[in-house]
């Protein structure tokens, strides 16, 4: 218990550090956002994906979130609770909330504690499919205590007790409007999920899935002089090459996320003098991950990709090992990213108290991967291929349509092929593959493929929520509605009771060690395979001021504080 109290009282400090530089709300126009990962829906709960939580924040907020250092802030709360303070009880089952008081929903009816009550129903019924189920793991009930107090009372002490309402990934949500959208009926709620009342400094006016968003400055925004922005113009779709020249060339946009692209390319655009490049390194890492289980199209829908059928090539570790040795992830740091990318093993590379420091899978080994799938029983063919009781070893790989990563598959196949193994390439527009459709055979979560790659990454600087996104419970499939973000479908009781110990463990120091042995028990088994650590990059104009790129959170987190430059 001793090193109890430092920690949570660390979490509490609490201050926004831009300045702006408006004098009345809505006073300086449009802005213009491009993201060529198009949104699908504005509800968070439903999705997950960046796609849609980014564009999800202007609207709806959490009670607190992270700033640009990493460091909690309250939002929607008055404060952050600590033990200190008494907001978080002595024995660690509960953390009390209290709203700012006078806070009102876009629509002009107050905020209260049963609102998030009613989000935290909302996202823990079994049938909805809540994408962020994994936060609310642990939790025994939320009730409130006054208008403006709810209290958290876990099932067993929990030492960090910020990973429900905590970030842009889970926000409060309005009780009178989603009252009738609980269960199963959550996806069906059309008009909530596209156009939902919030508290954030923007309002949806028009929603387009896969295409674009209008929004207006929400008039019942707790700070009467902001935003100064009155109008925020959000499109999706295109490419990360169309998305950056937008800004840094031609200036017909003012923000671009996500500008996915070689660091030279970015360097020519930005000569243009239009914008510049923001990066920020946090926790994402460009990452494969292997599907443990069957895609076969032979096996009915329902049991396609699920336990039921382990996959009959990659359940082997060995096969999967050598596709590890395989890759020169120096080479493709180099290639893609160059000085914003560094090769790495470690899945959790930051905070750099929680990094493992693992370096064993740096050095490509071409001859010890064809030694690993000589053991494991696969034998060339005539025609190179590998094959083992009549079946050839191919992969299917699939990733999302982006010049960096699609670089990526063409040499990765050609890593594989000197090994033995065939690669059949798919390309899936961003939208599709983390698009909210649970119907959809194409997302991430049915993974009807061997292989995806794309960026992974944590919110905030601790941990456990994370952590817990590789956990048993977390594995799509039909009795969740195919949520969770278990894409490997990878279950290890190891691994499970690391995750139930980091949870009651509040010593910082036996935390981080606890999260070097996760890193290294997930990346051992190979399920996942970590590329490169890379920086989070945007594209800013020059007449935009007030931005604060994040790589902890929302990265348009502080959009209420944007202004024009004049």
Same mark, same amino acid.
């Given at each position: 218990?001793?090193?109890?109290?430092?920690?949570?009282?660390?979490?509490?400090?609490?201050?926004?550090?831009?300045?702006?530089?408006?004098?009345?709300?809505?006073?300086?126009?449009?802005? #213009?956002?491009?993201?060529?990962?198009?949104?699908?829906?504005? #509800?968070?709960?439903?999705?997950?994906?960046?796609?849609?939580?980014?564009?999800?924040?202007?609207?709806?907020?959490?009670?607190?979130?992270?700033?640009?250092?990493?460091?909690?802030?309250? =939002?929607?709360?008055?404060?952050?609770?600590?033990?200190?303070?008494?907001?978080?009880?002595?024995?660690?089952?509960?953390?009390?909330?209290?709203?700012?008081?006078?806070?009102?929903?876009?629509?002009?009816?107050?905020?209260?504690?049963?609102?998030?009550?009613?989000?935290?129903?909302?996202?823990?019924?079994?049938?909805?499919?809540?994408?962020?189920?994994?936060?609310?793991?642990?939790?025994?009930?939320?009730?409130?205590?006054?208008?403006?107090?709810?209290?958290?009372?876990?099932?067993?002490?929990?030492?960090?007790?910020?990973?429900?309402?905590?970030?842009?990934?889970?926000?409060?949500?309005?009780? =009178?409007?989603?009252?009738?959208?609980?269960?199963?009926?959550?996806?069906?709620?059309?008009?909530?999920?596209?156009?939902?009342?919030?508290?954030?400094?923007?309002?949806?006016?028009?929603?387009?899935?896969?295409?674009?968003?209008?929004?207006?400055?929400?008039?019942?925004?707790?700070?009467?002089?902001?935003?100064?922005?009155?109008?925020?113009?959000?499109?999706?779709?295109?490419?990360?090459?169309?998305?950056?020249?937008?800004?840094?060339?031609?200036?017909?946009?003012?923000?671009?996320?996500?500008?996915?692209?070689?660091?030279?390319?970015?360097?020519?655009?930005?000569?243009?003098?239009?914008?510049?490049?923001?990066?920020?390194?946090?926790?994402?890492?460009?990452?494969?991950?292997?599907?443990?289980?069957?895609?076969?199209?032979?096996?009915?829908?329902?049991?396609?990709?699920?336990?039921?059928?382990?996959?009959?090539?990659?359940?082997?570790? =060995?096969?999967?090992?050598?596709?590890?040795?395989?890759?020169?992830?120096?080479?493709?740091?180099?290639?893609?990213?160059?000085?914003?990318?560094?090769?790495?093993?470690?899945?959790?590379?930051?905070?750099?108290?929680?990094?493992?420091?693992?370096?064993?899978?740096?050095?490509?080994?071409?001859?010890?991967?064809?030694?690993?799938?000589?053991?494991?029983?696969?034998?060339?063919?005539?025609?190179?291929?590998?094959?083992?009781?009549?079946?050839?070893?191919?992969?299917?790989?699939?990733?999302?349509?982006?010049?960096?990563?699609?670089?990526?598959?063409?040499?990765?196949?050609?890593?594989? =092929?000197?090994?033995?193994?065939?690669?059949?390439?798919?390309?899936?527009?961003?939208?599709?593959?983390?698009?909210?459709?649970?119907?959809?055979?194409?997302?991430?979560?049915?993974?009807?493929?061997?292989?995806?790659?794309?960026?992974?990454?944590?919110?905030?600087?601790?941990?456990?929520?994370?952590?817990?996104?590789?956990?048993?419970?977390?594995?799509?499939?039909?009795?969740?509605?195919?949520?969770?973000?278990?894409?490997?479908?990878?279950?290890?009781?190891?691994?499970?009771?690391?995750?139930?110990?980091?949870?009651?463990?509040?010593?910082?120091?036996?935390?981080?060690?606890?999260?070097?042995?996760?890193?290294?028990?997930?990346?051992?088994?190979?399920?996942?395979?970590?590329?490169?650590?890379?920086?989070?990059?945007?594209?800013?104009?020059?007449?935009?001021?007030?931005?604060?790129?994040?790589?902890?959170?929302?990265?348009?987190? #502080?959009?209420?504080?944007?202004?024009?430059?004049?």
């Amino acid at each position: 218990m001793s090193g109890l109290k430092p920690f949570l009282v660390a979490g509490a400090i609490v201050t926004l550090l831009v300045t702006s530089a408006f004098a009345e709300r809505g006073a300086d126009g449009a802005v #213009n956002i491009l993201n060529w990962q198009a949104p699908s829906m504005m #509800n968070p709960y439903l999705s997950g994906s960046d796609n849609d939580t980014i564009p999800a924040s202007l609207v709806l907020e959490p009670l607190a979130g992270y700033d640009e250092n990493g460091e909690l802030f309250p =939002r929607l709360a008055a404060d952050i609770p600590t033990i200190e303070n008494g907001g978080v009880s002595k024995d660690l089952k509960s953390i009390t909330w209290t709203l700012k008081p006078g806070l009102k929903w876009s629509d002009g009816t107050p905020v209260t504690a049963k609102d998030v009550v009613f989000t935290a129903n909302y996202c823990m019924d079994p049938k909805g499919g809540c994408t962020q189920l994994f936060r609310f793991e642990g939790v025994d009930k939320v009730e409130a205590l006054e208008d403006l107090t709810v209290e958290v009372a876990f099932k067993e002490p929990t030492a960090v007790p910020y990973t429900l309402f905590v970030s842009a990934s889970s926000p409060i949500i309005q009780a =009178r409007q989603f009252t009738d959208c609980l269960g199963a009926k959550a996806p069906t709620c059309t008009q909530a999920n596209f156009y939902p009342v919030g508290t954030g400094p923007f309002v949806v006016t028009n929603f387009k899935p896969s295409d674009a968003i209008q929004l207006k400055a929400n008039p019942n925004y707790r700070d009467s002089n902001k935003p100064a922005v009155a109008e925020v113009n959000y499109k999706g779709g295109g490419d990360a090459l169309g998305a950056a020249r937008a800004v840094l060339q031609t200036g017909e946009y003012d923000y671009a996320l996500n500008v996915q692209l070689a660091p030279d390319v970015l360097s020519k655009m930005a000569k243009a003098g239009k914008g510049k490049v923001l990066s920020s390194y946090g926790t994402w890492v460009e990452t494969l991950f292997m599907n443990l289980t069957d895609p076969s199209p032979s096996l009915p829908p329902d049991e396609r990709s699920t336990a039921k059928h382990p996959n009959p090539i990659l359940s082997d570790v =060995r096969v999967r090992e050598a596709l590890s040795m395989a890759l020169d992830r120096a080479k493709l740091s180099e290639i893609g990213y160059g000085s914003m990318g560094k090769p790495t093993c470690d899945w959790i590379p930051a905070p750099a108290n929680f990094a493992a420091g693992n370096t064993e899978c740096l050095k490509q080994d071409i001859p010890g991967a064809v030694k690993l799938l000589d053991e494991a029983g696969w034998n060339p063919g005539p025609d190179g291929i590998r094959e083992k009781d009549g079946k050839k070893l191919k992969l299917t790989f699939v990733t999302t349509t982006n010049s960096i990563r699609n670089q990526f598959q063409a040499i990765i196949k050609q890593w594989w =092929r000197e090994i033995g193994v065939d690669v059949e390439l798919k390309s899936l527009d961003t939208s599709v593959l983390f698009g909210s459709d649970s119907t959809s055979p194409n997302t991430a979560q049915r993974f009807y493929a061997d292989v995806q790659m794309w960026t992974n990454y944590a919110s905030g600087t601790d941990l456990g929520s994370y952590v817990k996104t590789f956990t048993c419970s977390q594995v799509p499939g039909p009795d969740n509605q195919w949520q969770g973000w278990n894409m490997p479908r990878y279950c290890d009781k190891d691994y499970e009771t690391l995750v139930t110990e980091l949870g009651r463990t509040a010593d910082i120091k036996k935390r981080s060690e606890i999260v070097k042995k996760l890193d290294t028990v997930l990346a051992d088994s190979y399920a996942i395979m970590p590329l490169v650590w890379r920086a989070n990059v945007s594209g800013l104009s020059n007449t935009l001021g007030g931005s604060a790129m994040n790589a902890w959170d929302s990265e348009l987190w #502080n959009a209420q504080d944007w202004y024009r430059k004049k």
